[in-house]
Each structure stands twice: as structure tokens, then as C-alpha cells.
């Protein structure tokens, strides 16, 4: 799904996993790239920096992309959107 970002996805992998394959929740907890991020959100509910800061980024260019291209109306959607989902994400603990 292009557009969608791709922790929920294996937040939730590992939550199923954990319930039905055990060997494949290990191996996803295992792998260097998103087993630390997943066992942060899991044991602190936390979000890395690193993803705070991209997710940011790549937010206020969506934000700038949808005023340039929507109708009147609808381009304060994009920002009212980010603003919520930022200040959520930046309300959790940081790794």
C-alpha cells in the first residue's frame, strides 16, 4: 500500500505472530532494522527519533503538496491531519 507507512504493518506482524507462529515473531524481533523499534513500542510504547523526525519531514511535504493542489476547502485537510498525528507521535516517548 503506497502511502501507508510500514511500522504499523509489522507491529501488527509481530502481534499475530506471537499468538500463531512463535519462530516467525522471533525472526521478526531479530532482524536489525525493526526488531528494536517493535520491542520499544511493545515494552515502552515508544517511537524512535529517527522515525519521529522522517515521519515530520515527510509530513510537512504531503501538508505542502496537498496546498498546492487541493481546492480551497480542502487544503487545510492535509495540515489538520499532520498536526494531529504529529502531536500524538511526539507525545510518546522517545528511544
Given at each position: 500500500m503506497p502511502l501507508l507507512p510500514t511500522t504499523p504493518f509489522l507491529i501488527l506482524a509481530a502481534y499475530f505472530f506471537a499468538r500463531s507462529h512463535p519462530e516467525w515473531e522471533a525472526k521478526l524481533l531479530a532482524?536489525?532494522?525493526?526488531?528494536?523499534?517493535?520491542?520499544?513500542?511493545?515494552?515502552?510504547?515508544?517511537i524512535p527519533n529517527v522515525a519521529k523526525r522522517t515521519a515530520t519531514v515527510l509530513?510537512?511535504?504531503?501538508?505542502?503538496?496537498?496546498?498546492?493542489?487541493?481546492?480551497?476547502?480542502?487544503?487545510?485537510l492535509p495540515l489538520l491531519?499532520?498536526?494531529?498525528?504529529?502531536?500524538?507521535?511526539?507525545?510518546?516517548?522517545?528511544v
Open positions: 532482524h536489525p532494522k525493526v526488531g528494536p523499534a517493535i520491542l520499544a513500542w511493545r515494552d515502552h510504547r515508544a509530513m510537512a511535504i504531503s501538508v505542502v503538496g496537498g496546498w498546492l493542489s487541493l481546492p480551497d476547502p480542502w487544503r487545510y491531519v499532520a498536526l494531529l498525528v504529529l502531536g500524538w507521535m511526539w507525545s510518546r516517548p522517545s
